[in-house]
Nanobody, 126 residues
Framework: QVQLVESGGGLVQAGGSLRLSCAAS?????????FGWFRQAPGKEREFVAA????????YYADSVKGRFTISRWYAGNTVYLQMNSLKPEDTAVYYC??????????????????WGQGTQVTVSS
């Protein structure tokens, strides 16, 4: 079972950038997992942000972040990143990293992901 720990959240002004990290650990193989980033704002449902397949060659984004956010994975360090540029106040949320061990293709729904991190707060001021 993999364990996930996010970091890198914080307070940033609109137009700024942040890079979130998700460190994976445990008695498992990093390359067997699809990884996704989700976010949840107060009073809203958890929503898909980005995902990356097992090989790292394919990435997927929500329309709201396409062109601004980039997901990547570093196999040697067992870490997944979310680079967030041109941040907007509507990006404010708790961001979660998630791992999917069993799906054959990348999924965008939270229920498909088996393991979740504790979340990291991102606040974008106007």
């Amino acid at each position: 079972q993999v364990q996930l720990v996010e970091s890198g959240g914080g307070l940033v002004q609109a137009g700024g950038s942040l890079r979130l990290s998700c460190a994976a650990s445990g008695r498992t193989t990093f390359s067997t997992y699809i990884f996704g980033w989700f976010r949840q704002a107060p009073g809203k449902e958890r929503e898909f942000v980005a995902a990356i397949n097992r090989s790292g060659r394919s990435t997927y984004y929500a329309d709201s972040v396409k062109g601004r956010f980039t997901i990547s994975r570093w196999y040697a360090g067992n870490t997944v990143y979310l680079q967030m540029n041109s941040l907007k106040p509507e990006d404010t949320a708790v961001y979660y990293c998630a791992a999917d061990e069993y799906s054959s293709v990348v999924q965008r729904t939270p229920v498909e992901y088996d393991t979740w991190g504790q979340g990291t707060q991102v606040t974008v001021s106007s």
